[in-house]
């Protein structure tokens, strides 16, 4: 039987560049399949791997060019991991790259744009749900996945520090989350439309412009902020998956990482969950 065709390669490689210029930064979010072609075909017919390459190293080449080239656009950026390859691997004849992008909206808070606080692109559902009889109605109205990220002042330190736990202290990180919000009127406000763009407004300027010690922490405060500013809401309930950004080490190939690239992560992610409301 003859191997009519081959190739082989790595998918769904994430990685987040991030450049800082001092307050201002930069999000650039991709998720890349690397795919390779070329004298390989040893590996399928003769179980001869001598010439493969691992797709982990695929994985760490995409890592490494992005330390690199921390600023690059997509289009010049995957041109640059294929030049990596091509240059390394004699073996390699042909190398496909496709790359998705995460696209990060910059938020303005106050009219400003803000230094590090972004929204997604597309982003989220509105919600709306109504409970009535014949006594009377309760109107809840709310958000759905809508996703927001801040690249620096968040932490999660202090902790149970226990036999079980791992993960160290740290009071710089970046801050995502995909958020259902539901708010519960108390009663219904002259301009529906108008009352849940000022919510919306109100949780990113407090969750943008304050440090948050942790999801709960920002999370209290946003529906205290929420309740403060629409008195026509009785209560703001709130879950809110913890995305995680994680620093990539790239010591083994000789580089720091200060804090510019990480590897994106949804599972397992922290979910919080809490409901403020008003006092009785």
């Known amino acids: 039987m003859a191997l009519t065709a081959s190739r082989y390669g790595k998918a769904r490689v994430r990685v987040m560049r991030l450049t800082r210029d001092g307050d201002y930064h930069t999000p650039r979010e991709l998720t890349l399949s690397v795919i390779m072609t070329g004298r390989f075909d040893a590996a399928w017919t003769q179980a001869d791997n001598r010439a493969c390459i691992a797709t982990d190293s695929v994985k760490n080449i995409v890592n490494v060019t992005a330390a690199r080239n921390l600023s690059l656009d997509k289009e010049a950026f995957v041109a640059a991991v294929a030049k990596v390859i091509l240059d390394t691997y004699p073996q390699v004849e042909a190398v496909t ?40 109605a309760v109107l809840r109205s709310g958000l759905r996945g809508f996703t927001f990220m801040k690249t620096t002042q968040s932490g999660w330190a202090g902790f149970v520090d226990d036999q079980y736990r791992t993960l160290p202290d740290t009071t710089d990180r970046i801050a995502a ?24 407004s109100t949780l990113i300027e407090v969750f943008g412009t304050t440090y948050s010690a942790g999801v709960q922490d920002s999370m209290y405060r946003m529906g205290e902020a929420v309740l403060a500013r629409v008195p026509e809401i009785a209560e703001i309930a709130f879950a809110m998956p913890n995305k995680h950004y994680i620093p990539i080490d790239l010591r083994p190939f000789g580089l720091d990482n200060p804090g510019t690239v990480f590897l994106p992560t949804d599972e397992p992610h922290g979910q919080i969950e809490a409901t403020v409301g008003r006092r009785t």
Do not use: K
Request: net charge negative.
């Open 177 to 200: 989350t995909s958020m259902d919000a539901t708010w519960t009127w108390s009663r219904r406000p002259a301009d529906c439309t108008q009352t849940n763009a000022t919510v919306l």
């Open 97 to 136: 790259i496709e790359a998705d992008e995460t696209r990060w909206i910059r938020q303005a808070i106050g009219g400003t744009p803000h230094g590090h606080t972004f929204t997604l692109d597309g982003n989220g559902t509105g919600y709306v749900a109504l409970d009535a009889d014949r006594e009377g």
